[in-house]
């Protein structure tokens, strides 16, 4: 693989690798056109917007033993074919890059593989049968400095656990108690810096403890406590300074978390988001929140520092993410079986708040703040260009 590239050339360099592609037509996109009936189902983009991680599977109904495959694509040598990491028979797969962009992590319900994306060879492999509780690797993240990673267990499992793994050893460094009382992770256990931990343990006080965190000693003195009243998400800034917390009925809070009390706090909807829950996102600037309510679709950016809604549409097509210059905001259905019945929306908030509509599902963005790959309509992966609304390319299935 060629060696890394500066941000400034990286759009350029991408630009023409992407006609190139599009002109040459290798022999290996002839040959996955007429063999295969495979579409995209989940794709991750590395957090340096060089490697484009990318989920294949068997057109039809999401059911055991469900074939798929993941492959990933250097963005920066597009000619070259995608390289395959492994086929799977799970459903689903979780695909995370590390902070570094060096390793990936595939995770299901039974198993863990942990990838060196320069040598294309696995460093870890987990089973949650052979783990001392058993591990649901569905929900998983790096930490900052990618030599760690976490888990929680089984959420049948009577002993809750989340448990934090060294990814060269495979070595269970910490075992926290993280009781579940549902399936789905909607909470963050430990702030993006993983030096703060949220014990959601509590089931009968509703006062719940946040603790120092320190990957060397565990959890460590206490620096504050949260009273839950129904929440339906919640969500730290990128730099673990701020933490909201949206409520059943529609207000948000936001906490500074040197001290954990509340800074800001708004009624955004009218009406109950009720369990389709609220998915909020904070501007890298840390000035502004974008929420999007499941229940009735609206989309709001509110600058909690002038207490103001500067944007707002009835419109909004999912989770809701800034582009790293905070120039656009684009909301998407992270997941969908059926992509041609979605689109995702990307408001540009320096040209007088315009709406671009895109096709499909599963926005990622690249950190040059104008790159945008997506699932299309047609199961295939699209990059497109969002300063520009144009279409780059779209890539070829990989043989299976």
Partial sequence: MTAFISRSNQALIIKVLLLCLI????????QAQEDTPWKARRLNMSKNGRFLAVRYGEDGPRIPGYKSGVW????????SPPQHLMDTFDYPVRIEFSPNSKFLALGTYDWLTIFDIENINA?????SLATPIRSDFRWISFSPDSKYIKSFSDWWTMEHEMSIWHIQTGQRVHAVGAARTQEWIKRPWLSP??????DWSATETKSYPINEFDIERGIGQPLGIITKRNDVGTVFSPDSSLFALATWEGDVQIYETKTW?????????????????????????????ATFCGLNGRLLVW?????????STD??????KFTANDTFLVSGRSFSNVPEKFHILVWNREQDHELTRYPGVNPELHPNSELMAAIGPDGKVSIWNIKSKQLLVTLPVPRH
């Fill in 261 to 289: 009390t509340m800074q800001s706090s708004a009624s955004l909807y009218e009406d109950p988001c009720g369990e389709n829950g609220i998915l909020m996102a904070y501007s890298y600037n840390i000035t502004s929140l």
């Fill in 123 to 127: 460093i870890l492999d987990l089973s």
């Fill in 23 to 30: 002109c040459v037509q290798p022999l290996y996109i002839l």
């Fill in 303 to 311: 600058n909690f520092e002038t207490n103001e809604i500067v944007f």
């Fill in 72 to 79: 990933i694509y250097d963005l920066q040598n597009l000619p």
């Fill in 315 to 320: 419109n909004g097509a999912g989770e809701p």
């Fill in 193 to 198: 810096d993983w030096q703060q931990f949220l």
